[in-house]
């Protein structure tokens, strides 16, 4: 298992990668930039939908980049992207080319006993942690050892407890986010029943498999 201060992001099919080339030619690298104005006619205003900022990542793990046509790019970091295309475009067409990526679509859900949000993550690294504070914190009424992380993994959802009271959670692999995971806060027993939800444990336990399931139905 890696330690957590190996984690990269990976390119997922279906994210959104932007990938902007630049030179001290700007007219030899204008054949490589993504042409917003054409990819966001007709939007409305400034609120551009994410896909019209960058790529789509297909089914079949390419996008189709500017002159070089398609491109494998899923399962790539960013830097190993940046990397190959810095490469490319240097031996065959800008000795010097620069290029930076972005996953445009990088987003984590929290919810639960925090301030809920989706948040945006603009540097592709974000912790359990810093995602709850993010949020706003764990209420007096979350439970601190029982974060529950959601994640779907090809094609597959799989999900993790996390323990933040626990040393052991910074070599977790799941104590780093990835893009479209869930972050989930369980209520304490109290808080649910002085909710009126419940009058005994196997109430509890009830209601907790019943929103479970939907919870893993719903967020497909």
Excluded: C, H
Aim: net charge negative; proline share 3%; aromatic share 10%.
């Amino acid at each position: 298992m890696a330690a957590p201060k190996d984690f990269e992001a990976k390119i997922e099919i279906n994210d959104v990668i932007r990938i902007d080339v630049s030179s001290m030619d700007e007219e030899l690298a204008a054949p490589f930039q993504l042409n917003l104005n054409t990819q966001g006619a007709g939007g409305g205003g400034g609120n551009q939908n994410a896909a019209m900022t960058g790529y789509l990542v297909n089914s079949k793990g390419n996008v189709n980049f500017p002159v070089l046509g398609e491109i494998y790019v899923e399962g790539k970091s960013r830097e190993e992207l940046e990397e190959e295309l810095t490469s490319v475009l240097r031996e065959k067409y800008l000795r010097d080319a620069v290029v930076r990526v972005r996953i445009v679509n990088f987003k984590v859900t929290v919810m639960g006993e925090t301030g809920s949000s989706v948040i945006d993550v603009v540097d592709e690294r974000i912790s359990v942690p810093q995602a709850i504070a993010m949020s706003g914190d764990i209420t007096y009424d979350g439970k601190r050892d029982k974060i529950l992380v959601i994640r779907q993994v090809d094609e597959q959802l799989k999900y993790e407890i996390l323990d933040l009271t626990s040393v052991d959670i910074f070599q977790n692999p799941f104590y780093y986010l990835k893009q479209n995971d869930i972050v989930y806060v369980e209520p304490t027993y109290r808080k649910v029943k002085s909710a009126g939800f419940i009058t005994s444990w196997q109430g509890l336990v009830s209601i907790v498999t019943t929103a479970f399931s939907l919870f893993i139905l719903f967020s497909r």
